[in-house]
């Protein structure tokens, strides 16, 4: 997935001082020593420079400097968004619609802070007033698109997207929301040209070497570098493998996702570091997320022979031996039931432990906890047919060396559900009501994994009802 960010698209009463000295530390100087203008401007440049709270708080010294000033209470309310004070947030926008009813921007904005609350039906309504307000405003219409793509009014969500387009042809935002909504919807060759837009973003992959667009690669060397999260790079790696068949490969990964693909260097490379890679010994270079669009992969032709992970030998070996003389006779079941918690959709896609441990009380399962980071500290006090081997998942080779031991592997959206995918165990992933878009929609096969089996919320949040179909399906096979 991409990192973290607010992927709603930006072109009451606020807090008072103390609120703000509150929230966002002391600052000097007093506020009669400057106009609110002069405040605005100096908050401006500080969130341009990335320290948002101190340019809140000279937003904040705006407004009691002003009182009546929209736009002290907008770019309060803008750097509040940043800062994920949403209900503060909210408050600067309502008093900017109360101080000016036409101000376009305040209903663009209190838009994005009720969709984030779930109110999506108030939050369209926001961004159609910011659209009346301003026919022109085509981030208003981006996040209309986002809008009403997640009540699942698809045909909508694209007229949207297609309209900021034609408002602001390089939004590349609009051109990323539209091709994840081509890649829900499975019309692939459409989505991937869309989805390469994301590139803009991925400044810290600036290489001296000239970006692969599909040019013949005999005879050459190619760079395939990793973006976003260790799923999407497991998930996508299956393209390296047609692109070897063509050229010397190289294949820069994370670190903890070296040990594992280490065991593919008779196909590919691979690497780990900037300091590895020599631009002047490559023709090109290339994100291996691009790789659908210069391939032109289509949903029919998605590479999906699995395994092509496997873990190492020796690891399964160890764990072999562990595993099974703990297990017995008890079919092996590995879980995960959260993932990344700076992921932007993690509410939706991590399961709360207490609710995710009544699949526990299935018999005839012996339990392997592969659940990494904080959550991990939730097993305390758990079943006694629960093993935990989460302080040995140094990296993702020894979770394949787990795996490769167990009968079935359940688990939330991540990167652990990928990597038994890739390595052709049979999955069970649990999704949210609203997936991210490789899952598809409505289907309980995967295009990517033949091995897979999804359950879907039926109803946001609605994670219990996902659960007794799974300890349902358990039972059935145990």
Known sequence: ?????????????????????????????????????????????????????EAALSFC????????????????????ISLEYWDNAQKCFCRVIELDPSYAAAYNYLGVVLKQKNRLDEAEECYRQAIRQKPDYAEAFHNLGNCLKAEDRFAEAETAYRRALELKPDLFDSRFSLGTLY?????????????????????????????????????????????????????????????????????????????LLSGTQNVFAVCQSRGEIKPEQFDFACSLMSLPAKLNSAAATVPNHVPYLRGANDIAAKWRERIGREAGNCRKVGVVWAGNPGHSDDKNRSIPFELFRRLFTVDGVFWVSLQVGKKQAALTGSAGNLFDCSAELVDFAETAGVIANLDLVIAVDTAVAHLAGAMGKETWVLLPFRPDWRWGLGREDSTWYPTMRLFRQYAPGDWQTVLERVKAALRKIV
């Open 183 to 259: 890649l829900l919807l499975g019309q692939y060759e459409k989505g991937w040209k869309l989805y390469d837009s994301r590139m803009v973003w991925q400044d810290k992959f600036r290489l001296d070497i000239p970006i692969w667009q599909g040019e013949t690669l005999t005879g050459r060397k190619i760079l395939l570098f990793y973006e976003q999260g260790f799923g999407d790079m497991i998930q996508f790696v299956r393209y390296a493998y047609p692109v070897a068949a063509l050229a010397e490969t190289t294949v820069w990964i994370q670190r903890p996702l070296e040990r």
């Open 1 to 53: 997935m991409l990192p973290a960010r607010i992927t709603d698209t930006a072109a009451g009463t606020a807090m008072n001082r103390k609120d703000a000295l509150r929230l966002f530390g002391k600052s000097g100087g007093t506020m009669e020593q400057m106009t609110a203008a002069k405040y605005i401007g100096a908050g401006v440049a500080l969130a341009e420079k990335g320290e948002l709270r």
């Open 61 to 80: 010294q705006a407004v009691k400097v002003e009182p009546d000033l929209p736009e002290a209470y907008q770019r309060l309310g803008e750097a509040l």
